[in-house]
């Protein structure tokens, strides 16, 4: 009996875990990293990327994805990234998209904390991470997210 007990204690920690995880999936969640000072070897790391002033871009929020040859899903996001980013191409401070492969930059994707694929960040025009999704995002939510990034900021009179 005690075997049994367990087995079905074991088995709905096992379900209620499934539906957090895949609630999770696609959602952009703000990082709450947007105070934090972005250090310097992280700025190193990410300009070796591709991502930031350093690497020629100038000061844009940027949409961050990691992504891997092996990995499936890592290209619907390219489709929904680039189709986000087109979309906000006329914006006064456009986005801008950068790919990283995580097996050509594991320090970066150590230093960021991504454990699966496909992860997307993004970054506004400071480097800092404002938001941050595992699995493949909306296009609506992830264009919601970039939205008030892509425009200044209102003059104060």
């Known amino acids: 009996m005690t075997g049994i007990t367990l087995l079905l204690i074991a088995l709905v920690a096992a ?8 609630r999770r999936q696609g959602k952009v969640r703000t990082t709450g990293e947007t105070t934090a ?3 310097g070897e992280r700025r190193t ?13 100038g000061r844009q ?6 992504s891997a040859e092996w990995c499936g899903p890592c290209a619907a996001v390219r489709r929904v990234v680039g189709q ?3 979309d906000l191409a006329d914006e006064p401070e456009p986005p801008v998209e950068v790919e990283v492969d995580i097996d050509e930059y594991p320090a970066l994707a150590k230093e960021l904390g ?3 694929l496909p992860t997307t960040f993004i970054l506004d025009a400071d480097l800092q991470q404002r938001f941050r999704v ?4 909306s296009a609506a939510d992830l264009k919601a997210a970039l939205g008030p990034l892509t425009r200044p900021p209102a003059s104060k009179s």
């Open 134 to 137: 595992s699995g493949v995002p």
């Open 15 to 22: 379900v209620v875990f499934g539906l957090v995880w895949q």
């Open 37 to 39: 000072v972005v250090t």
């Open 84 to 86: 986000v980013v087109a």
């Open 45 to 57: 790391l990410l300009e070796a990327a591709g991502v930031g002033p350093g690497s020629g871009h």
């Open 114 to 116: 991504v454990l699966s």
């Open 61 to 66: 929020a940027t949409v961050l994805h990691f």
